[in-house]
């Protein structure tokens, strides 16, 4: 029997580590995006501190990605969809009561800069919503809304919310879009349809899925709502 060659077996180890494992590093980067929070708002366990006042900015209609990244509810995972945001009502058992949103709001208010405007002018909005999976009470996961912008976010919550539980796309890649909910509501207003949140479902042929992806800014290096999974910028290959 001929003995195994070292340098063979330590080269070919070599290799792995440095890009198969870069690979499978990489892929369980992209699952776990955003961090599951444990705040329980009963005790105040879990729940950070909100940011200082004035340390956070509105990137336009946007939250501050630092200040509020969007945290997880552990409860929600693919696996129990069912029996949670795709359950008639299920958010009303895990939405905080008021006595615990109403001095969070002015916290963050002040904490994006506009503690001195009047809080009816903004709601405390759940950057990941709940029927997406989003915390509860993680100040990590709320911030000031504006009510002139949350119609449209709201739009694309149900949207994407109702292709979830419909099989269309998984609860991974509507937390993902929701986080960018600027980019997929129709900058015209759209009666708060997600009008821009598209699948391939959505298209009759290869054709016009290419041409929306194409004017959307897509690309092999872009792929704007998901519809170009090997990267090739070719969208909806499964189109006729």
């Not at 080269?11 to 440095?18: D, E, M």
């Not at 949350?150 to 419909?166: Q, W």
Request: aromatic share 8%.
């Amino acid at each position: 029997m001929t003995a195994p060659r070292p340098v063979f077996v330590v080269a070919l180890l070599i290799f792995v580590a440095c890009f198969g494992g870069e690979a499978v590093w990489g892929a369980a980067a992209s699952r776990s995006q955003f961090k599951v929070s444990h705040c329980d708002f009963h005790t105040g366990q879990g729940c950070p501190p909100p940011p200082a006042p004035n340390s956070c900015h509105l990137k336009g209609e946007e939250q501050d990605q630092h200040c509020t990244p969007g945290v997880l509810n552990p409860a929600v995972r693919q696996s129990t969809i069912d029996k949670t945001i795709c359950k008639s009502g299920w958010t009303s058992t895990v939405r905080p009561p008021t006595s615990y949103t109403t001095p969070l709001k002015l916290r963050l208010m002040r904490a994006y800069g506009v503690g001195g405007k009047s809080p009816s002018r903004y709601e405390l909005d759940h950057l990941i919503s709940l029927e997406l999976g989003g915390a509860p009470s993680d100040p990590r996961n709320l911030w000031p809304e504006s009510h002139h912008n949350s119609f449209n976010k709201d739009g694309l919550e149900n949207s994407l919310n109702h292709k979830i539980c419909a099989g269309q796309i998984s609860l991974a890649v509507g937390q993902r879009r929701i986080v960018k909910w600027r980019s997929y509501v129709s900058s015209s207003g759209g009666g708060g349809s997600g009008a821009a949140d598209k699948d391939c479902s959505d298209f009759a042929t290869q054709a016009q899925a290419q041409a929306w992806f194409d004017s959307h800014g897509g690309s092999a290096s872009n792929d704007v709502d998901g519809l170009d999974g090997d990267h090739d910028g070719k969208a909806c290959e499964s189109l006729p």
